[in-house]
C-alpha cells in the first residue's frame, strides 16, 4: 500500500511539474490571459461578417473586407497592406425576392447565384416547368423549343427533407430503407433522362438558355433542415436562382401536377466589369532573423450563400486575434511572423498560389506555416504534412501549449502532404513547411459548408477562441526556437492502383483573370 501511495505521489508530482513548466512563460501565460481576459472575437465577427457581410472575389464586401483589416492591423500596431496579383470579374448581389403569383401568392425562399446578370427591377414573370422523361437526344430537341418564355426547373425533385439522421432516428428500418431505396432509383433515372438529352447537367443550361427560357430554378440540398448549397450561376443573360427545398419541391410538385404555377423573380445584382483581386498580408517584422518567416494562413473570401461565417470567417477570426495578441504580447519576435489573408481559395487556392509564386523568397525562409479552415470546431487534427522530421520540431511547440488545448488534437506524423483543398496545400507544393490545423467540424459539411446557413450563429467562441491560443502559441515557439526546421520529405508511398510511387504535389500557377 504504501509503494501504491508513493507511487501516486510521484505521478501527482510529475503531472503538477508538466503543468507548472507549460504556464512557467510569461509569455505563453500573457496569451492566454490576454485570449481569455480581453478576447476581441465576437466584435470582430460582428464587424466582419454582420457589416461588411460574405466575402465573394470581385466584389465590394471583399474590398470592404480587406481594408477593414488592414484599419484593424493599424490599430494594434501592425503593417498590413493589400497585394494585388490579377484581376476577376466584378459583380455585387443585390435584391432578391422570389415569388409565386399563380395559382396563389406566395413568398418563396431562395437567392440569386453568383456572377448571374440582373433581371432588373420589374423581375422576370413566368410559368414554371419541370424536365419531362426523355426517350433518346431526339425527344429532347423536339421538346426544347416549349421552355421559350418558361422558368424550367433544373433540379431532382427530392423524396424528403428530413436528413438521412433524423429517419434513423424515428422511422422504423424498413421505412428508412425503402425511403433511400426510392431516392436512389429516382437519382439515377434523373441523372441518365439527363444524360439521353445529349447533355450533362453543366453543358444542358446553355441548351436551356439558347431556347429562349425566361430564367432557371435550381435547388441544391446540403442534406439538412433548411439548408442549400450557393454557388455560382452559369447562364449569361437570364436569371438562376437557387430556392430552398421546402418551397422548391412545393413548386415542382404543382408544375407535374398540372397546377401551372406563376413565379416572378427579382434579381437586382450589379456587373462591375474587370476588378483587381488580391491577398491583405499583415506583418511583424523579426528582431533577429527578419528574413525567416512564421506566416498565420486563412482564406478572406468565402461563397455567398450566408455570411462566410465558418468558411471561413472563423478561420479568418482566429488569425487576426492571433496577430493582435502576438504583437501585445510578444512584440518583438525573432523571425517574421506574417498574416495571409488569401484571396479567390474558393476558385482554385489562387491567392495562396500567387502569394507562393510572387514570392520565392519567403517561400523558401518559412519556418512554418499554420493554416486553420474548415469550421468553428476546436483543433482536433494537426498532420505532419509530409515532412520527414515534422514530429521533432511541432512536438516540441506543441508541449508548450496549455493541455487543455492538446488533450483534443491528435497528431500524425510524418502524414501525408495535401495537393488541395486549402491553402497550406500551395506551400506545401513548394517545399515549405506547412500545417493545416483541422477542425471538429460541428455539422459543417451539410450545415455551413458553402451553404445559406453559413452565419454568425454558428460560431462557438470558446473553440475558436483556444485555436486562436493554440495558433499564438505555436508562432511564438516557431520564432523562438533556435533551430531552423527540416523541410525534408518523406519517401511518398506506391500508389496500389497503378503500382508506381506518388509523387510530392506539384506547384501550380494561379488564376489570375477569372470569372470572366
Not at 179 to 195: L, P, Q
Request: overall charge negative; proline content about 5%; aromatic content about 10%.
Amino acid at each position: 500500500m504504501k509503494n501504491a501511495i508513493k507511487l501516486l505521489l510521484a505521478f501527482a508530482l510529475l503531472f503538477s511539474s508538466n503543468i507548472y513548466a507549460q504556464s512557467d512563460d510569461p509569455v505563453i501565460e500573457g496569451i492566454v490571459k490576454e485570449a481569455n481576459e480581453n478576447s476581441q472575437l465576437e466584435r470582430l465577427a460582428h464587424e466582419l461578417l454582420d457589416v461588411v457581410g460574405p466575402r465573394l472575389v470581385g466584389t465590394p464586401q471583399m474590398e470592404h473586407a480587406s481594408k477593414w483589416a488592414i484599419e484593424q492591423y493599424a490599430k494594434w500596431g501592425i503593417e498590413a497592406r493589400q497585394e494585388k496579383y490579377g484581376t476577376w470579374r466584378g459583380w455585387e448581389r443585390g435584391i432578391t425576392h422570389i415569388d409565386m403569383v399563380s395559382p396563389r401568392v406566395q413568398s418563396l425562399d431562395g437567392t440569386q447565384l453568383a456572377w448571374n446578370p440582373s433581371t432588373g427591377s420589374k423581375g422576370v414573370t413566368a410559368e414554371a416547368i419541370t424536365l419531362p422523361n426523355f426517350a433518346d437526344e431526339a425527344a429532347f430537341k423536339a421538346w426544347l423549343p416549349s421552355v421559350k418564355g418558361k422558368l424550367v426547373l433544373i433540379s431532382m425533385n427530392q423524396p424528403t427533407g428530413r436528413p438521412d439522421y433524423n429517419w434513423e432516428e424515428f422511422a422504423t428500418e424498413e421505412s428508412f430503407q425503402k425511403m433511400k431505396d426510392g431516392r436512389d432509383a429516382m437519382t439515377r433515372e434523373w441523372r441518365a433522362n439527363i444524360r439521353r438529352t445529349g447533355y450533362n447537367t453543366r453543358t444542358i443550361i446553355a441548351a436551356l438558355e439558347d431556347a429562349g427560357a425566361a430564367g432557371l430554378v435550381s435547388c441544391n440540398w446540403s442534406r439538412g433542415f433548411g439548408v442549400n448549397k450557393v454557388f455560382s450561376a452559369r447562364t449569361k443573360k437570364i436569371p438562376t436562382v437557387d430556392m430552398e427545398l421546402e418551397d422548391y419541391t412545393m413548386v415542382y410538385r404543382m408544375a407535374e401536377y398540372g397546377d401551372k404555377p406563376v413565379l416572378n423573380i427579382v434579381a437586382e445584382s450589379k456587373d462591375l466589369g474587370e476588378v483587381p483581386t488580391f491577398n491583405t498580408i499583415g506583418e511583424i517584422k523579426g528582431s533577429e532573423k527578419p528574413n525567416e518567416y512564421i506566416i498565420l494562413s486563412a482564406h478572406f473570401d468565402s461563397w455567398d450563400g450566408g455570411q462566410g461565417a465558418t468558411d471561413n470567417g472563423t478561420g479568418t477570426l482566429v488569425m487576426l486575434e492571433a496577430m493582435r495578441i502576438l504583437k501585445k504580447i510578444y512584440p518583438n519576435p525573432k523571425r517574421t511572423i506574417i498574416v495571409g489573408h488569401w484571396g479567390s481559395e474558393e476558385q482554385g487556392l489562387n491567392g495562396s498560389r500567387a502569394f507562393v509564386e510572387d514570392h520565392p523568397e519567403i517561400v523558401k525562409n518559412v519556418q512554418a506555416l499554420f493554416n486553420q479552415d474548415n469550421g468553428t470546431g476546436r483543433v482536433v487534427n494537426i498532420s505532419g504534412s509530409g515532412f520527414l522530421h515534422a514530429y521533432d520540431y511541432l512536438g516540441r511547440w506543441l508541449n508548450a501549449v496549455p493541455r487543455s488545448i492538446t488533450n483534443h488534437i491528435e497528431t500524425s506524423f510524418p502524414g501525408t502532404p495535401s495537393s488541395g483543398g486549402t491553402d497550406h496545400a500551395a506551400f506545401l507544393a513548394a517545399g515549405a513547411p506547412a500545417f493545416n490545423l483541422s477542425a471538429l467540424n460541428w455539422s459543417y459539411w451539410n450545415y455551413t459548408w458553402h451553404t445559406n446557413r453559413d452565419t454568425y450563429d454558428k460560431i462557438v467562441f470558446d473553440d475558436v477562441r483556444n485555436n486562436a491560443i493554440l495558433t499564438a502559441i505555436l508562432a511564438y515557439k516557431a520564432s523562438e526556437d533556435p533551430e531552423r526546421v527540416s523541410n525534408e520529405k518523406m519517401v511518398m508511398p506506391i500508389n496500389p492502383g497503378n503500382g508506381e510511387r506518388r509523387e510530392w504535389p506539384a506547384q501550380r500557377s494561379p488564376n489570375r483573370k477569372g470569372g470572366m
